[in-house]
């Protein structure tokens, strides 16, 4: 063909044209839906019996690992009776929420009909209903956040990646701390925490337990509307005045939940839709295997259970003949689906340790709690944790499965392999949907007895300029996954479902403390958001003393 | 990883300069692929074949942009790769009427040698041109973008991107032209 030689011809140009003029591979596909559905057992691990009853074991184990005596609380029941704990649990929500903190305040009550019309604009000109714009001089303030939680999962997509918005989430939330730096005169440094899950735990419980001032706040994890991936949740919120709780990008479900006593101790770890656990498959090796079965058939059909899954592991091991690796792995993603790796045993260089294993606390989830032990005490082996590379072999194409969150899975998309999705199998057809845990996010505020007025309207100017950030999820989930322009809307039903059955544990957290162990920002990347937050940090450590 | 660091593999053969080459650059190799082929394995196979020759190639070559080296390297697998297919049919779609395009525009590449002009000559005219007026043209004639999706790309209507491309093309032709080039 003549023609190709023009081509070619053309070809010859420099290549700082060429790198110009790239678009990144992007396939329109449908949005997927936005917001995430509340299933039954959802409801139930929201609800207040279940909520009271994770309420005291957090209490408890407060009070155990830190040696204060709870009984001395006039707001703590002295026995884990979820039922009656809840009444009162209830009585002093209201205290809290409508008598101590809502109502009275007139500036506040002036403005909540008018935040709930600002959150229904999709851009305004940037101006807090109540909070007027201000100067603090420059005044540092800090956050810490996990490693491998504020969109970090992201963080090593290509570059031609970034128009799909697999950095978007990340960008979006640095924009508005910029944002709220801007609006209020402050200077705030991000604290990167080396151990994202093990550290922050103990920053809630020891905090929690202490009383001193020196309040942390802790933020984790709700849905892509509000701190981007972070939901806000204070500790104790109620002090903090500028924090307007009718709001509807303030979740007040959520914060009633863990009130006590008319104070909220508690952080709370909700579900976080691109964490959720589940299963990335890798499609062009599995084609190869010896099985007839398509994955996607088998989830929609309800067959998806564990003997399924262990089945299908037999029939691809031919493949390339490990399958220990393959059993290893449905192990792995079986205990994450019951949230036993989630909530393993903390140990932290305070020498603290707590267990954070709570499958056993629900009914609802104690089969695949048994399971996973069957599969312990077997001769099965728990293979080595995402995090420390075992995910190498898969995207290497040795592997047909593995368990994962949904970060890596966007991530692995990028690599430009084939990868699917699948939710966690059930633990058998008796049961009525599957099931998948978030893996927790959180994120601390610093907020002391002099910087109090100004915590809170960070934390309020965060979540307010978050109102309208879920785009950049469906737009991160939409640009990775748009990319395959094969099985593109399987894969988004399977993500669907994932979304609608992941459930939070219940996990609550007490927060007011600040362990030693945060790492002083990101040492080894050159890239932008590491230079900011390096920056910051010196800024905000000047600032505070930190 | 760094560029550097990739190419640095490569200079140590270091197979792991190949993981790394598609896990940076993987997607955007067989996006160039695709551009070319329209069909997933052969452009998962070219892109394959790119780190093969690019392993081949460094040492001795250290290339200054790796980004545009790789696509390069894609792009004229592809373009082995869909002469070799079309000996046997035709695709029949928008790519095609691309190539034709080009032809409008440039001379009989069978009178261009290796050390004719016309390459600098190229880079002068694009750097005569606006940025957006030359992202299309070289999306359209480099990385054989289709017209709806430059039009989806840079804001503008599938129409308005054909004319203007057919506008560029007119003024390649009497740029060239001018300079002595039969079109």
Not at chain 1, 118 to 147: C, L, M, V
Not at chain 1, 342 to 350: A, I, P, S
Not at chain 2, 27 to 32: A, E, G, K, W
Not at chain 2, 55 to 66: E, H, V, Y
């Amino acid at each position: 063909m003549k023609e190709m030689a023009y081509f070619e011809l053309f070809g010859r140009i420099s290549d700082r044209f060429v790198t110009e003029a790239l678009i990144p591979a992007v396939v329109p596909v449908p949005a997927p839906q936005k917001g995430f559905k509340q299933t039954p057992l959802g409801k139930f691990l929201t609800g207040p019996a279940f909520i009271a009853t994770v309420s005291v074991l957090a209490a408890a184990a407060v009070a155990i690992a830190i040696g204060f005596g709870l009984a001395g609380r006039d707001d703590t029941p002295n026995a884990p009776d979820g039922s009656a704990f809840e009444s009162g649990l209830t009585d002093s929500r209201e205290d809290s929420l409508d008598t101590e903190h809502m109502e009275g305040d007139a500036t506040r009550e002036e403005s909540d009909s008018e935040t709930e019309n600002s959150t229904e604009r999709t851009d305004d000109s940037g101006e807090h209903p109540y909070i007027a714009r201000k100067d603090y001089n420059g005044q540092g303030f800090g956050i810490i956040y996990g490693k491998n939680l504020m969109g970090e999962g992201f963080s090593y997509l290509p570059e031609d990646m970034v128009f799909a918005g697999a950095t978007a989430l990340n960008a979006d939330l640095y924009e508005r701390i910029q944002m709220t730096e801007d609006y209020l005169g402050v200077s705030i440094g991000l604290w990167e925490q080396e151990d994202e899950e093990a550290l922050m735990h103990n920053v809630g419980l020891m905090s929690g337990a202490s009383e001193n001032d020196n309040y942390l706040i802790v933020a984790s994890g709700q849905s892509m509307s509000r701190l981007g991936s972070f939901e806000l949740f204070l500790t104790p919120w109620e002090s903090l005045e500028a924090i307007n709780t009718k709001a509807d990008y303030w979740d007040t479900a959520l914060m009633t939940t863990h009130t006590q006593g008319g104070h909220s101790y508690i952080a709370y770890s909700s579900f976080i839709p691109p964490n959720a656990y589940a299963i990335a498959y890798n499609k062009s090796l599995y084609a190869t295997a010896p099985t007839q079965r398509d994955l996607y058939d088998l989830v929609e059909s309800g067959d998806w259970t564990v003997e399924t899954l262990m089945a299908v592991l037999g029939e691809t091991a031919p493949i390339n003949g490990r399958l220990s690796t393959h059993d290893n792995a449905s192990v792995s993603a079986y205990l994450s689906a019951m949230g036993f790796s989630v909530l393993g045993t903390v140990e932290t260089d305070t020498g603290y340790t707590q267990s954070f294993n709570i499958a056993d606390r629900q009914e609802s989830m104690k089969p695949l709690f048994l399971r996973a032990m069957e599969l312990i005490s077997s001769d099965f082996v728990l293979r080595e944790s995402l995090e420390n590379g075992s995910e190498t072999p898969f995207i290497e194409q040795g592997e047909v499965l593995m368990d994962t969150r949904l970060t890596r899975e966007l991530a692995y998309r990028a690599y430009g392999k084939s990868f699917g999705v699948l939710p966690l199998p059930k633990y058998d057809k008796a049961q009525s949907e599957y099931l998948s845990v978030h893996a927790n996010a959180y994120m601390g505020l610093w907020c002391g007895e002099e910087n109090r007025q100004m915590c809170g309207e960070v934390a309020e100017l965060l979540a307010y300029f978050s109102r309208n950030s879920h785009e950049d999820y469906n737009r991160a989930v939409m640009g990775v996954y748009g990319k395959d322009d094969s099985g593109v809307q399987r894969d988004l039903a399977m993500l669907r479902i994932i979304h609608d059955t992941t459930h939070d544990m219940g996990m609550s957290y007490v927060s007011q403390w600040i362990v030693p162990g945060l790492r002083e920002g990101r040492s080894e990347s050159t890239s932008s958001e590491t230079s900011m937050i390096r920056s910051a940090l010196r800024t905000a450590r000047k600032a505070t003393g930190w | 990883m760094q560029d550097e660091q990739i190419i640095n593999l490569y200079w140590a053969r270091d197979e792991q300069a190949i993981v790394e080459s598609d896990r940076a650059y993987g997607t955007l190799c067989h996006s160039v692929a695709m551009n070319i082929l329209s069909d997933r394995m052969d452009a998962e196979e070219c892109v394959n074949d790119t780190w093969l020759k690019s392993w081949n190639a460094m040492p001795p070559d250290r290339p200054s942009n790796l980004r545009a080296f790789f696509c390069r390297i894609t792009r004229n697998l592809s373009i082995d790769r869909y002469r070799a297919r079309h000996m046997t049919k035709s695709r029949g779609d928008g790519f095609e009427v691309a190539l034709h395009e080009l032809a409008e525009c440039l001379p009989d590449p069978a009178s261009v040698g290796d050390n004719d002009p016309l390459p600098a000559l190229l880079d002068e005219f694009l750097d005569s041109l606006k940025p957006t007026p030359r992202k299309l043209l070289v999306g359209r004639y480099w990385h054989a973008y289709s017209v709806n999706q430059l039009a989806e790309t840079y804001g503008m209507t599938p129409n308005h991107v054909s004319v203007t491309l057919k506008r560029l093309r007119e003024s390649l032709r009497d740029f060239l032209t001018e300079r002595g080039y039969r079109i």
